[in-house]
């Protein structure tokens, strides 16, 4: 059909194993360091916080070293409940555009909450319950991850607690009340449940807390609760294994729309819908003589790999997590209050940062009110309201595709639509009240977060 919108896989067509990039690596990722000791960490130093099999994925050791892993039975059931996702041909958009360009998306927003995150939330929730932990911890930010822990939990009858960002907590109050409905317990953090949480609330009853602050609690809680595992919804080896579902999917669909992607373009906040989508064609480019270009898009406020320094640097505000080699403004570094609250994070994805060092992977940073411009007319074209993370992503593929309309190329370009927008519609307000503010990072303040950085010889 030459007019086909949608390319739909079957139940029966599902990829039924995650890629793991790190069995096609020529050399391994830079090992994670402990601040106290300068040495690499081991297994049973991650123990308290993670159980075996995770943290096996994450350092891809043992049956986890291998270029395949098989997706859980279990996890595949819970799998179905919307995967596989669909991926569409933008049709309506590329006649706005009036561009040669083939323009896809791969539409996350599919999921039970909305994101890509589920796809992660799913085998954490599940390895721990074979582990016998019987309660999770998380923090989150603007709801996307402790709806996708609270969906989890729910499936395999573990509890779960989520540390909400105070701000977030009073402004979402809809985030809330879903994770409510999942069956999860919500507290706003800083939170009187923490000797942390605590600390932050004498110093300011009214504190708006941070998603350092709530990433401090939940670790807290983690270690001083029995029973309690903690869960991360991105930057970790083992979150982008779980996401390379969406590209393994992806790859399938363009085979049955008879093309194969020029650009793969995904927003980068702490890069793991990024690496979902886009480590499935990194093993084209490093196995198969692919010249695929692959795009991270971030935001101008938070531009960790356009701006940053490749370097070790802590991965939460508060400076509590071993040290990881990634691409960071420095980890003191608070971000602009955009509206794309996934994306405000200092560092990124190690696997991506390695990448992008080595050339494989290539990354662009876009302002505030191009990025709301794309979603309006994504939005007024395809129907689907983006997140406003997502949308920095369809910025990418229209600027992309207007550059074809120029050169007269009929390039193939693929997005990761991540999630709907349906509860950040105070940004479309904003952005409609011409309210918003573009913001550039303040590049003095992180090279002072910088500069404070202990130095590793690794
Ligand atoms: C959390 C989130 C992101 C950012 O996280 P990554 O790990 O970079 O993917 C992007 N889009 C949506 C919809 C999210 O919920």
Same mark, same amino acid.
């Given at each position: 059909?030459?007019?086909?919108?949608?390319?739909?896989?079957?139940?029966?067509?599902?990829?039924?194993?995650?890629?793991?990039?790190?069995?096609?690596?020529?050399?391994?990722?830079?090992?994670?360091?402990?601040?106290?000791?300068?040495?690499?960490?081991?297994?049973?130093?991650?123990?308290?916080?993670?159980?075996?099999?995770?943290?096996?994925?994450?350092?891809?050791?043992?049956?986890?070293?291998?270029?395949?892993?098989?997706?859980?039975?279990?996890?595949?059931?819970?799998?179905?409940?919307?995967?596989?996702?669909?991926?569409?041909?933008?049709?309506?958009?590329?006649?706005?555009?009036?561009?040669?360009?083939?323009?896809?998306?791969?539409?996350?927003?599919?999921?039970?909450?909305?994101?890509?995150?589920?796809?992660?939330?799913?085998?954490?929730?599940?390895?721990?319950?074979?582990?016998?932990?019987?309660?999770?911890?998380?923090?989150?930010?603007?709801?996307?991850?402790?709806?996708?822990?609270?969906?989890?939990?729910?499936?395999?009858?573990?509890?779960?607690? +989520?540390?909400?960002?105070?701000?977030?907590?009073?402004?979402?109050?809809?985030?809330?009340?879903?994770?409510?409905?999942?069956?999860?317990?919500?507290?706003?953090?800083?939170?009187?449940?923490?000797?942390?949480?605590?600390?932050?609330?004498?110093?300011?009853?009214?504190?708006?807390?941070?998603?350092?602050?709530?990433?401090?609690?939940?670790?807290?809680?983690?270690?001083?609760?029995?029973?309690?595992?903690?869960?991360?919804?991105?930057?970790?080896?083992?979150?982008?294994?779980?996401?390379?579902?969406?590209?393994?999917?992806?790859?399938?669909?363009?085979?049955?729309?008879?093309?194969?992607?020029?650009?793969?373009?995904?927003?980068?906040?702490?890069?793991?819908?990024?690496?979902?989508?886009?480590?499935?064609?990194?093993?084209?480019?490093?196995?198969?003589?692919?010249?695929?270009?692959?795009?991270?898009?971030?935001?101008?406020?938070?531009?960790?790999?356009?701006?940053?320094?490749?370097?070790?640097?802590?991965?939460?505000?508060?400076?509590?997590?071993?040290?990881?080699?990634?691409?960071?403004?420095?980890?003191?570094?608070?971000?602009?209050?955009?509206?794309?609250?996934?994306?405000?994070?200092?560092?990124?994805?190690?696997?991506?940062?390695?990448?992008?060092?080595?050339?494989?992977?290539?990354?662009?940073?876009?302002?505030?009110?191009?990025?709301?411009?794309?979603? +309006?007319?994504?939005?007024?074209?395809?129907?689907?309201?983006?997140?406003?993370?997502?949308?920095?992503?369809?910025?990418?593929?229209?600027?992309?595709?207007?550059?074809?309309?120029?050169?007269?190329?009929?390039?193939?370009?693929?997005?990761?639509?991540?999630?709907?927008?349906?509860?950040?519609?105070?940004?479309?307000?904003?952005?409609?009240?011409?309210?918003?503010?573009?913001?550039?990072?303040?590049?003095?303040?992180?090279?002072?977060?910088?500069?404070?950085?202990?130095?590793?010889?690794?």
């Amino acid at each position: 059909m030459s007019d086909q919108v949608k390319y739909l896989l079957e139940e029966s067509e599902m990829p039924t194993a995650w890629y793991n990039v790190q069995a096609d690596f020529a050399t391994p990722l830079p090992p994670v360091i402990n601040p106290g000791t300068g040495q690499p960490i081991g297994p049973q130093d991650m123990a308290p916080l993670f159980p075996m099999d995770i943290i096996m994925q994450e350092a891809s050791v043992g049956p986890y070293a291998a270029q395949y892993i098989d997706i859980p039975e279990e996890v595949f059931e819970i799998y179905r409940l919307w995967r596989p996702t669909p991926l569409m041909r933008a049709r309506r958009l590329e006649k706005a555009l009036d561009t040669p360009a083939h323009i896809y998306y791969k539409y996350e927003g599919a999921s039970p909450v909305g994101s890509h995150k589920p796809n992660t939330a799913v085998p954490q929730a599940y390895y721990n319950k074979r582990a016998g932990t019987k309660r999770l911890a998380t923090e989150t930010g603007a709801g996307q991850w402790g709806s996708s822990v609270a969906f989890a939990a729910g499936y395999f009858g573990l509890e779960a607690k +989520v540390y909400m960002v105070n701000i977030s907590y009073q402004q979402k109050p809809y985030r809330r009340m879903m994770m409510e409905a999942y069956g999860a317990t919500i507290v706003a953090s800083p939170s009187k449940d923490t000797a942390a949480g605590r600390k932050f609330l004498a110093e300011n009853p009214n504190h708006p807390g941070s998603l350092g602050i709530a990433i401090s609690e939940a670790m807290e809680d983690t270690v001083t609760t029995p029973d309690t595992k903690y869960s991360i919804g991105s930057v970790f080896n083992h979150v982008l294994l779980h996401q390379t579902i969406i590209g393994e999917e992806a790859l399938k669909q363009m085979e049955k729309a008879d093309e194969y992607p020029d650009i793969v373009i995904g927003c980068a906040g702490g890069g793991s819908n990024l690496g979902g989508i886009i480590l499935p064609f990194v093993r084209g480019k490093l196995k198969d003589g692919k010249t695929t270009r692959l795009i991270a898009v971030e935001p101008t406020a938070a531009p960790s790999l356009t701006k940053g320094v490749y370097t070790y640097d802590f991965g939460d505000t508060a400076q509590t997590t071993p040290l990881v080699k990634m691409y960071t403004l420095g980890s003191a570094f608070i971000p602009a209050p955009i509206h794309a609250g996934g994306l405000r994070y200092h560092g990124m994805s190690p696997i991506i940062c390695k990448l992008y060092d080595e050339g494989v992977v290539e990354a662009v940073a876009v302002a505030q009110n191009p990025v709301f411009a794309a979603a +309006v007319q994504f939005t007024r074209t395809e129907g689907i309201i983006p997140a406003p993370e997502s949308a920095h992503a369809i910025r990418a593929a229209i600027d992309e595709a207007l550059k074809a309309k120029e050169s007269g190329e009929k390039k193939v370009i693929l997005f990761n639509l991540s999630g709907h927008g349906h509860f950040d519609m105070a940004g479309y307000r904003s952005y409609f009240a011409g309210e918003l503010e573009d913001y550039e990072y303040p590049a003095e303040e992180v090279h002072k977060a910088i500069a404070g950085l202990p130095k590793v010889n690794a």
